[in-house]
Nanobody, 115 residues
Framework: QVQLVESGGGLVQPGGSLRLSCAASRSIFSINVMGWYRQAAGKEREWVAMVTRSENGYYADSVKGRFTIYRENAKDTVYLQMNSLKPEDTAVYYC?????????WGRGTLVTVSS
C-alpha cells in the first residue's frame, strides 16, 4: 500500500515555472512506474508524464520540451518541473504510482496559469 501526497500547485503567469512534488509514504526504490496525470475543468483526465524505476522519462506531446519528470528515491519523492507554462496547462495534477500492476493515486494539486 502506497499513499501519495502532491504539493506545489498554485497560480502562475503564462511563461512562468512551477515545480510539483509527490511524496510517497514508503520507499519508491522498488516502484516500477511513477508519474503525473492532469484533469482540466470539463475535460477527461489525461496522462502527462511518467518515469520508470530505471529513470527513463516519457512525456505527452503537449508538454514535451517544457516539463521534466524526475524521481529522488532517497527522498521518496517524484517531481514535475513545469516551464513555459501556458493557460491550457491549467488543471488539477495527480500523482500516480504503479507497482506490479497495482495503481495508487494522490488527491491532486491545482495549477492555474493565468494573467
Amino acid at each position: 500500500q502506497v499513499q501519495l501526497v502532491e504539493s506545489g500547485g498554485g497560480l502562475v503567469q503564462p511563461g512562468g515555472s512551477l515545480r510539483l512534488s509527490c511524496a510517497a509514504s514508503r520507499s519508491i526504490f522498488s516502484i516500477n512506474v511513477m508519474g503525473w496525470y492532469r484533469q482540466a475543468a470539463g475535460k477527461e483526465r489525461e496522462w502527462v508524464a511518467m518515469v520508470t524505476r530505471s529513470e527513463n522519462g516519457y512525456y505527452a506531446d503537449s508538454v514535451k520540451g517544457r516539463f521534466t519528470i524526475y524521481r529522488e528515491n532517497a527522498k521518496d519523492t517524484v517531481y514535475l518541473q513545469m516551464n513555459s507554462l501556458k493557460p491550457e496547462d491549467t488543471a488539477v495534477y495527480y500523482c500516480y504510482a504503479n507497482q506490479n500492476g497495482m495503481e495508487y493515486w494522490g488527491r491532486g494539486t491545482l495549477v492555474t496559469v493565468s494573467s
